[in-house]
């Protein structure tokens, strides 16, 4: 005989009683174990471990993808009651099952189901339509993101991520590295790119490519993924294009605006990059700690959280360190806590040592570096020249080195990076 069902119910108004009665029948194998008022109580007994189903109303206050996702951290599955409400918003924020109303025949099925769910954690996917509207767009192979990670410093994470995202965006047309793909893939074209500032240390991509820094960006589509709201048209309208192909989502606009981008949101906006463009790029904070489960013995925001969000839903991470001795030592202990990062990092990764020149590591920087790098850390670098003078004119000038300085050095190692890349992880079909 089945284990009774214990069901803790958050429902208003006076459907509460039908969903009361009907869970608690004879028969029934549901029980409800406590009636709850609003979501702090709701919480506090999931978090009890006083229900393994919990029945909330639609307008429960306070009810978003970080909350359904606390529940569900505390081994607690969701059905929510719309009532004439929104459906997709529900099935948005990651709920189990959806009824339509407190007297909906499905509920004893649909709660006796859904404490059957092995996994809570299991994300759901966002249902994007076409930005016109209506029917939904046919499935198509969904694009790759890549994360750009790297330790303290100044190695120049946020200068690779814009680069590269421009090389895969194709602009300048990929002078370096194309010829032999020519040859290769004689039909392949470059693909769109989103470039994504997931940095809540120091953001600073629209300034890098001289946007208004007050522009909402990830933040806004964050708080539209938390609401369920978020949309393919909403998440293209937040993400202007800047050139080409090239699509950017900027930044918080100061550190202290953190805890607008949880971890919860970010997957969902990242899930969603995957339809708008075929190449997502994120530039990541460079701290992978999870401090909070060592200061708080209850639940608090993560800081982090945006940045190993981003490290867990990547397809392949590139890890900067600068080329000097600081940038090596950093970036041989910085590999090391990638290994220990308390999410699953891809396997799939290049390491890419920047600003390489003779005058901080001596005669044949390249080989110095590498050797270095495969002695301490068992990986062989990606070496990025040191050029100076084209990043400072491209920084002036708020474009990236393809626009710019498109036969400069840097220009060319990064090209031939994002060849790299996609041979790492298999160039997507452009959109």
């Not at 020249?385 to 990236?400: E, H, N, Y």
């Amino acid at each position: 005989m089945p284990a009774e069902v214990t069901v803790l119910c958050a429902v208003s108004g006076p459907g509460e009683t039908d969903v009361v009665l009907a869970l608690g029948a004879p028969g029934a194998g549901t029980s409800v174990t406590r009636r709850c008022g609003d979501l702090a109580e709701l919480l506090a007994a999931a978090a009890a471990g006083a229900g393994t189903v919990a029945v909330v109303s639609a307008d429960l206050p306070g009810l978003d993808r970080e909350a359904v996702g606390r529940l569900h951290g505390a081994g607690t599955r969701v059905v929510a009651i719309a009532d004439d409400g929104p459906v997709d918003r529900l099935r948005a924020l990651g709920v189990e099952a959806v009824l339509e109303g407190a007297a909906d025949p499905r509920l004893l099925d649909a709660v006796r189901d859904t404490a059957r769910v092995e996994d809570p954690l299991a994300t759901h996917e966002l249902d994007l339509s076409a930005l016109s509207g209506g029917a939904p767009a046919a499935p198509a192979r969904p694009g790759t993101v890549v994360a750009v990670w790297g330790p303290v410093g100044a190695p120049g994470r946020t200068t690779t991520a814009v680069e590269l995202a421009a090389e895969l965006a194709g602009l300048g047309g990929h002078r370096a590295g194309r010829r032999r793909r020519r040859q290769e893939t004689p039909d392949r074209q470059d693909g769109s790119a989103l470039l994504v500032d997931a940095d809540t240390y120091g953001s600073c991509i629209a300034s890098r490519l001289g946007l208004l820094d007050d522009a909402p960006g990830l933040a806004a589509v964050a708080r539209a993924a938390g609401h369920g709201t978020l949309d393919l048209a909403a998440l293209a309208r937040h993400a202007p294009v800047v050139a080409g192909r090239l699509r950017v989502l900027t930044g918080i606009t100061r550190a202290a605006r953190w805890p607008e981008l949880p971890a919860s949101a970010l997957e969902v906006v990242l899930e969603g990059a995957r339809s708008l463009a075929d190449w997502t790029v994120v530039d990541c904070g460079p701290l992978v700690e999870a401090d909070e489960l060592l200061m708080y013995d209850t639940h608090a925001p993560q800081r982090n959280g945006a940045t190993l969000a981003a490290l867990q839903a990547a397809d392949v991470v590139v890890i900067v360190g600068a080329a000097d001795p600081i940038g090596i030592q950093r970036l041989v202990r910085g590999l090391e806590e990638l290994a220990e990062a308390p999410v699953p990092v891809p396997a799939t990764r290049v390491v890419v040592a920047n600003r390489v020149r003779s005058s901080a590591v001596g005669p044949d920087p390249v080989r110095a570096v590498s050797e270095a790098l495969v002695r301490y850390a068992g990986v062989e670098p990606h070496p990025v020249p040191d050029d100076g003078d084209a990043l400072d004119a491209a920084l002036l000038a708020g474009r990236t080195l393809a626009e710019h300085a498109p036969s400069s050095a840097a220009r060319r190692a990064f090209a031939e990076l994002a060849v790299l890349v996609r041979d790492r992880v298999g160039a997507p079909v452009p959109a």
